[in-house]
């Protein structure tokens, strides 16, 4: 069958655009929800006087409930309709900050974060299927851009809004802000999205939920214990890293048997799901992982606080914002195989002057370096997506998206505690500072942990006199334990290119319905440029 070319309309019409407007909303909430959260950690700990492994449990908490929601989205989506799904997600996580805000205690806040994970885990996949059926596989690629939109706001915007909220009022107003937001989110939603027409025919698949789900909230468990272990030989992390491992492999093979799996790893079958789902695993690994080391050494090395730690970062969102839009259109005309690598190189190069930090480098030359990177991800995360979702046919793109929001949460788990862990190592190696003990361990004093402590609370070098020349000297060394950590993170980053090499480099012929995939009807295929 031959057919010409259609052309992909040119811009994205008032209609779409509305219903983009609700997605945007409800993913703002739940990725800034997640940068917000992190640095309030040392108030959570000072406020529930509670170590910093257990303040830690509201990240972690968080985490593992999106792990254990996101497998279920797709069934869901097709059992009970979008629109009411998304509402409740809404609900949920509304809910949930709402709790977030009255807790007493740290177990409080930890119990309330899940119940906040639970709605926010269901609110990216959602949104990418309602975007995605509302402008057609022919405008995928400026939508991808618009719902880039809180992925760039979250990591830049959440440090210096949790910053801003602590210093002018107080930790329960982290929680509080998204009050008002889910509102207007859940108004906004009830009058913009379709009335649904969900397909309820496909049974839920019970035995793939008993494997899935606890086995990612397991491995992510272990996986986020490392950091605070310091070492895989620990068995918190082993052990449920393990056991997880092993219910995810029994239900990659048991997955191909029930007809209507809990996530359908048929679409593998579709190369460019598989190449670019690889991709973005890699990609997320280095970028989330050794990204999230940004704002810690411009805290750690630097003295900046939170808030001019949040600024400091600003270029890069700023750089990301330039290119998403051309790349969204890029990805709807051109192969993105042709565009993304050139993309991740940017990344890279920007990634290199980190890998040369010291306690004094330009703070022009490191904002310039991260607008750069900036530049490169506009150009690389969204069009990936947008090549892993064009040619899924409607009823496809749910599962789709929970397949590489379920990738995603794995490899940015993963990416951050390797840095984390790598970093620690490195910073573990400091020589003791002789005669100097920390009161309250009895633990040695090491030279890089004095310097960093010294670097957030100056008061500190009239409790622990010592020789300046020592605190330079382990300025110089948690700055070098930075670098090194930086240097894995640029190698991952170039890695990103061998799969992106197999990304499409030839126009894709985008499925519009399931009709055209299994054959039942034949209407004009549109060719994407």
């Known amino acids: 069958m031959t057919s010409q070319p259609v052309a992909a309309p040119d811009k994205l019409d008032a209609a779409v655009l509305k219903i983009a407007g609700v997605v945007v909303l409800g993913a703002i909430m739940s990725i800034l929800d997640v940068t917000v959260v992190s640095v309030a950690l040392p108030t959570f700990q000072t406020e529930f006087d509670a170590s910093y492994a257990r303040v830690a449990w509201t990240m972690t908490g968080y985490t593992l409930a999106l792990a254990t929601v996101i497998p279920l989205t797709g069934w869901a989506a097709d059992r009970f309709g979008t629109k009411r799904l998304y509402m409740a997600a809404l609900v949920l996580f509304t809910l949930g900050s709402g709790l977030c805000a009255t807790a007493d205690s740290i177990g409080e806040l930890i119990s309330y974060r899940v119940l906040q994970g639970l709605g926010g885990g269901m609110l990216m996949p959602l949104g990418m299927t309602i975007m995605t059926r509302a402008a057609g596989p022919q405008r995928i ?101 393990a056991v997880g491992a092993l219910l995810v492999v029994a239900f990659v093979l048991y997955s191909f048997k029930p007809k209507h799996p809990l996530l359908d790893l048929r679409l593998l079958r579709d190369r460019n799901l598989t190449v670019a789902s690889v991709t973005i695993a890699v990609f997320t690994v280095a970028f989330m992982g050794a990204g ?47 565009t993304v690598p050139f993309a991740i190189v940017l990344m890279a190069a920007g990634f290199f002057t980190f890998t040369q930090v010291g306690t004094d480098t330009s703070y022009v030359l490191l904002c310039g370096s991260l607008f750069v990177m900036g530049l490169g991800m506009g150009g690389t995360m969204m069009p990936i997506m947008t090549s892993a979702l064009k040619t899924l046919t409607n009823h496809e793109v749910a599962r789709g998206s929970t397949l590489l929001n379920i990738l995603q949460q794995i490899a940015g788990s993963i990416g951050s505690a390797t840095m984390s862990v790598i970093l620690t190592s490195e910073l573990n190696d400091s020589p003791a500072i002789p005669g100097v003990v920390d009161p309250q361990t009895g633990a040695p004093v090491t030279e890089a942990g004095l310097a960093i402590a010294a670097q957030q609370n100056p008061a500190l070098t009239q409790q622990f006199p010592v ?3 020592v605190l330079q ?57």
């Open 141 to 241: 690629g400026r939508l991808m851009a618009v719902l880039g939109i809180p992925m760039l706001l979250g990591p830049i915007g959440g440090p210096i809004l949790g910053g801003w909220l602590i210093d002018i009022a107080s930790w329960h107003w982290i929680f509080l802000i998204n009050l008002p937001i889910g509102a207007v989110a859940l108004v906004y939603a009830w009058l913009a999205l379709a009335k649904d027409t969900p397909e309820p025919s496909e049974s839920f698949d019970f035995v793939g939920m008993l494997m899935l789900s606890p086995g990612l909230a397991l491995f992510l468990y272990g996986v986020s214990s490392l950091p605070e272990a310091g070492t895989f030989a620990a068995t918190k992390v082993w052990l449920p890293m």
């Open 292 to 338: 999230l080391l940004f704002p810690s050494y411009f805290l750690q090395v630097r003295g900046e606080s939170t808030l001019h730690a949040g600024l400091l970062m600003a270029p890069q969102g700023i750089g990301a914002m330039v290119t998403m839009p051309i790349a969204g259109m890029l990805a709807d005309r051109i192969p993105v195989g042709r």
């Open 473 to 529: 000297r382990g300025l110089e060394f948690v700055a070098n334990s930075f670098s090194s950590t930086f240097w894995v993170g640029f190698v991952l980053m170039l890695l990103t290119l061998v799969p992106a090499y197999f990304l499409p480099r030839r126009r894709q012929v985008a499925h519009l319905n399931d009709e055209e995939r299994s054959g039942e009807a034949a209407p004009t295929p549109v060719v994407l440029h």
């Open 467 to 469: 020789d300046p020349g």
